[in-house]
């Protein structure tokens, strides 16, 4: 039984540690925001200028001037802070963000991620992707394992434009979690139900694969 979007977003919030800055990408990453654990305080920060961005909105706390980087409605929490994006970008290049959440459309088992454009398609461009791979302390990639077709995500070598270089520090997918070791994608843990088995036959870049391969805990 693989995980839909929610789950990877849960166990992605298992990453975040107390007093943590995070820049949430658009898509599953802006869900990591409804799953923080009770006990601890995470400070999410977007691009086009929010720090203290909370999970979206119910219909009552609906505020159309209030939207993340990806325009979408959000809320803010007690004592957040609005500003420009060039003060937000000074931000992130400055190395004040200490883990950013991205979505991809391919990873290689070297840490490359590709996640802006396929050639002969229609972009708006890259966004803040590109700064904030090269910035932030940390990167995990929340993403499916296989593009519709089936083929896989985690590659020996992206085929498409990179975002960034060798950043990559760890994959949450619908089958796995996945670090980027030095040889390749080490498995460490797999989704309920998930065999070892099925997660080789869908990562076609180099995966290392420890003796015990414990299931997620969410």
Not at 71 to 94: N, Q
Request: hydrophobic share 45%.
């Amino acid at each position: 039984m693989s995980l839909d979007k929610f789950g990877i977003a849960k166990r992605i919030a298992q990453e975040l540690k107390d007093g943590m800055y995070v820049n949430l990408g658009i898509g599953i990453p802006t869900l990591v925001a409804n799953f923080v654990p009770n006990d601890i305080t995470v400070i999410f920060q977007s691009e086009n200028g929010i720090l203290g961005m909370g999970p979206y909105p119910t219909e009552e706390e609906l505020d159309a001037d209030l939207i993340n980087a990806g325009k979408e409605t959000v809320t803010l929490i007690k004592g957040a802070a609005l500003f420009d994006s060039a003060e937000s970008f000074g931000m992130i290049r400055a190395g004040k963000i200490d883990l950013t959440v991205l979505g991809a459309m391919e990873v290689s088992e070297r840490g490359d991620i590709a996640n802006w454009k396929i050639p002969g398609k229609m972009v708006k461009g890259m966004g803040g992707a590109m700064d904030l791979v090269a910035s932030a302390k940390n990167i995990i990639v929340a993403m499916m394992h296989t593009n519709p077709k089936g083929e896989s995500k985690l590659l020996a070598q992206c085929s498409l434009p990179l975002t960034g270089m060798a950043c990559v520090k760890k994959i949450v997918t619908e089958l796995a979690v996945l670090e980027i070791g030095e040889h390749g994608f080490i498995l460490l843990e797999r989704a309920p139900g998930v065999t070892v088995e099925e997660i080789v036959q869908k990562t076609e870049g180099k995966l290392i694969i420890p003796s015990i391969v414990p299931e997620m805990k969410l």
